[in-house]
């Protein structure tokens, strides 16, 4: 469990990811028999080339698509093994990295802080389907912010803003970790007089 004055978020699998990633592997399944059943079509009729194109682009379109699912899964799997948070937060600062970037991440003091927005990303069917909220720990100044943008900042694309702008930015990684709801009360609760700018609960309130 967590220290009551310290939120952590760590990479850790949820039911929810374990069936995206079995719906995946059988979509590839799938694709895989399509191609073969294809090209068991083709060698055993007239082999026209109509059906050879057709198993061509078939077998093209397969290849691009495991090869994808493979990277996929190399990708959560060094996710997983890095033992890193992507949020944690004390009674002293904020601690954010991106899940799919540097592990050192970026650091704001609780006192370099003017607000906290909790909200839904404004590229909705755009950004891929686990990032569904985020939290952004605004500073009073940019500069007040520890820790070195990055122009492979996938945030940037996710919010439309400068690799400067999204350091403080977490995002909820849904079926692993924690909530942007619970990461919000948590702020709550443990941060009197901090703005909360929070859309997912419809609400806008300073914590008293």
Known sequence: ??????F????????????QFVQEAVAVAWSAGTVVASWIVW????????LLVIAVLLSAWCLYAGASWVRRGLRRLRLFRSGIP???LDDLGARVRHPFGNLDGAYLAWTEC?????????TAGRVPDSFRAYVELVPLAPDRVEGTPSRADQRTGIL?????DVRMVWLELT???????EAAEWIRARRPGLTVVDSLGGQSARTE
């Open 114 to 122: 003017a607000a906290v927005v909790v909200s839904r990303p404004p």
């Open 43 to 50: 060698a055993r009729w007239e082999r026209a080339v109509e």
């Open 1 to 6: 469990m967590d220290d009551p004055g310290t």
């Open 160 to 164: 439309d803003r400068s690799p400067a």
């Open 8 to 19: 952590s978020s760590e990479l850790v699998l949820r039911a929810g990811w374990w069936r």
């Open 86 to 88: 992507t949020l944690v």
């Open 175 to 181: 079926g692993v970790g924690r909530t942007a709801a």
